[in-house]
């Protein structure tokens, strides 16, 4: 009986060393990228997320966005994808 909870102890142990080896190899590095290097449909929406406040800067991580927007004294990061889809095929309209 005691040899059982060892092996699940080592088991369990093993699993978690991995799990957080795994996790440390990922790398989110997030960089400062200028409003040109933006797609337009991305600062239109940052725009749109900043009403009342103004973007003080970009950033970018992977293929994602994030405006960094200043509002009453607070900075707020919102995160944007760039990608594009096709929206009608994804939601078909029934024809009646």
């Known amino acids: 009986m005691k040899m059982t909870n060892l092996v699940t102890a080592i088991a369990v142990s093993a699993g978690l060393t991995f799990g957080v080896a795994a996790q440390a190899k990922e790398k989110h590095e997030e960089e400062t990228v200028g409003q040109a290097d933006v797609p337009m449909a991305v600062q239109k929406a940052g ?15 992977g293929r ?7 509002k009453n004294g607070k900075q707020w990061g919102i ?15 029934k024809k009646e």
């Open 64 to 70: 994602d966005y994030e405006a960094v927007i200043e």
């Open 47 to 61: 725009e749109n997320e900043a009403k009342g406040g103004r973007i003080v800067r970009w950033e970018k991580e």
């Open 79 to 93: 995160e944007i994808n760039a990608n594009k889809h096709d929206e009608s095929k994804e939601h078909k309209e």
